[in-house]
């Protein structure tokens, strides 16, 4: 299964890392990365994707609360939490999340979560 994907990370460093890690993944084929919520919003709603890739702790909003919104929008895509802190996980799974990585992940921990998930 061939999967559409966007990824938000605020931290400019994270966000370049993760996207060359996750546009390196066999699975998925089209992958859009953001750094600001209002623009990843914007881009979701005109554009369905399979997989969304959320940091949590963001300047301009949370990844729970954003994971919420898309889920309105979007209801069949799929959450995966990237974050620098395992303080939200309980909150993640609330909202659906198929997964919760901690940073600095790698290729391998987002193959299993993508595997458990198709």
Not at 11 to 21: A, G
Not at 26 to 32: A, G, N, T
Not at 42 to 70: K, R, W
Not at 96 to 109: C, F, I, N, Q, R
Request: glycine share 2%.
């Amino acid at each position: 299964q061939i999967m559409k994907a966007v990824l938000i990370d605020d931290n400019d460093v994270c966000l370049e890392t993760e996207s060359i890690i996750i546009q390196d993944i066999d699975e998925i084929d089209e992958l859009h990365s953001f750094q600001y919520t209002a623009d990843l919003l914007d881009y979701l709603s005109t554009t369905p994707v399979d997989i969304a890739f959320l940091d949590i702790i963001m300047d301009d909003s949370d990844g729970i609360s954003l994971a919420m919104e898309i889920k309105r929008m979007q209801p069949d895509c799929k959450i995966v939490f990237i974050s620098s802190s395992r303080d939200f996980a309980l909150e993640a799974f609330q909202v659906y999340a198929s997964g919760y990585l901690l940073k600095p992940v790698t290729k391998d921990e987002i193959i299993n979560v993508l595997n458990n998930i198709i």
